[in-house]
């Protein structure tokens, strides 16, 4: 099992091909290898840069409903929730999906409470429940959504359920091929690798400034999972996410998607246009040479315990989201309390 964790990470340089058109900035290139996702709550931007999907987490949400553009929608869940903490915050992240849905032509990813993200049912419970505002309240068909589950044991039990209801899922907080494998295991629509994360931990450990896009860790393993699911004909979709820099977006062109802020969505469109391909299924099986791995319980666990930045990047994220999630409690309870009185 190690062996095979070991052969992983391939050299991103086997996978270069030229293109042969000329597109005018580096943003319309990458859009010839890659389809791009806009990683932002701000509907503003997701409009200005006209992605093909978007995607949203709790501590967007928290960022965007702070913005007097948004408070519409604030107003709208708090009224909806009528006393009901729960149900306001569900009806927000509702309200904000439905919104980009109208500027996005594909899916909109919507996060689940990051704090059930060991809680199999409560999360099944929770998906459910956001598919259900979506359709009948806000009108909006499940084949637009993607909830979004952090990549734990008890999510991917949970993401595993709901795909087999026809509710897609969106695993996140994803920073390792054990994640990677179980998630397609499960029939998972997408997964969201954090490139940027897993850079970050690499640079605290290794007592450096950064690394080069083609020895960037986070990229190299977006790569290996890429290849691996290529190879082993997995059918669910690799998103590269979390960046630092556009360095690492590049070195990730032909990724399945890349979903990207609205600041390096900006830096993209301003750099030149000699995008290569780095990432292609042609290739996977020259690019990953360890063995198709059988994943359980045990061994998932197993994987996990040995990988110490995985453990440690995804407990920080839930932590993060969580805090992200009771600071919007905060403002959503302040404004409750002064509905009810009025």
């Known amino acids: 099992m190690t062996d095979d964790i070991a052969n992983g990470l391939p050299s991103a340089k086997k996978q270069k091909t030229n293109d042969d058109t000329n597109p005018s900035n580096a943003l319309e290139a990458l859009k010839k290898f890659t389809t791009i996702v806009a990683d932002t709550g701000d509907i503003a931007a997701i409009a200005k840069f006209k992605p ?6 709790p501590s967007l949400i928290y960022k965007a409903a702070l913005m007097p553009e948004y408070a519409h929608l604030l107003e709208d869940a708090v009224t909806f929730g009528k006393g009901d903490v729960e149900a306001s915050m569900d009806k927000l992240a509702v309200n904000f999906g439905a919104e980009i849905s109208k500027i996005v032509p594909g899916k ?3 996060e689940v409470d990051a704090r059930l993200s060991f809680d199999t049912d409560a999360t099944v419970a929770k998906g459910r429940r ?3 505002l979506y359709e009948d309240v806000m009108q909006v068909p499940r084949e637009r959504i993607l909830i979004k589950i952090a990549a734990t044991w008890e999510g991917i039990r949970a993401a595993e359920v709901l795909e087999a209801e026809g509710i897609e899922c969106n695993l996140t907080l994803l920073f390792s091929l054990a994640q ?3 998630c397609a295991h499960a029939k ?7 490139v940027g994360r897993i850079m970050d931990w690499h640079k605290k450990k290794h007592g450096v400034n950064g690394f080069d896009a083609e020895e960037d860790p986070g990229v190299l393993t977006v790569a290996m999972i890429f290849n691996y699911y290529k190879k082993f004909c997995y059918e669910t979709v690799v998103m590269g996410a979390s960046f630092r820099n556009i360095g690492e977006v590049l070195g990730l062109a032909g990724c399945d998607r890349l979903t ?6 900006e830096e993209l469109e301003a750099a030149p246009a000699d995008v290569v391909r780095k990432l292609d299924a042609a290739t996977s099986t020259e690019a990953y040479e360890g063995k198709n791995i059988e994943m359980s319980e045990n061994i998932f666990r197993w994987m996990m315990n040995e990988d110490a930045m995985a453990t440690e990047k995804i407990a920080e994220g839930i932590r993060n989201f969580a805090q992200d999630i009771v600071k919007l409690e905060a403002i959503v309870e302040e404004m409750t309390v002064k509905k009810n009185e009025e």
């Open 260 to 265: 990207i802020s609205p600041g390096l969505l």
């Open 108 to 110: 909109v990813s919507t």
């Open 130 to 132: 956001m598919i259900q």
């Open 52 to 57: 093909q999907d978007a995607t949203t987490n």
């Open 180 to 182: 990677a494998i179980a």
């Open 188 to 194: 998972a629509t997408l997964i969201s690798p954090f």
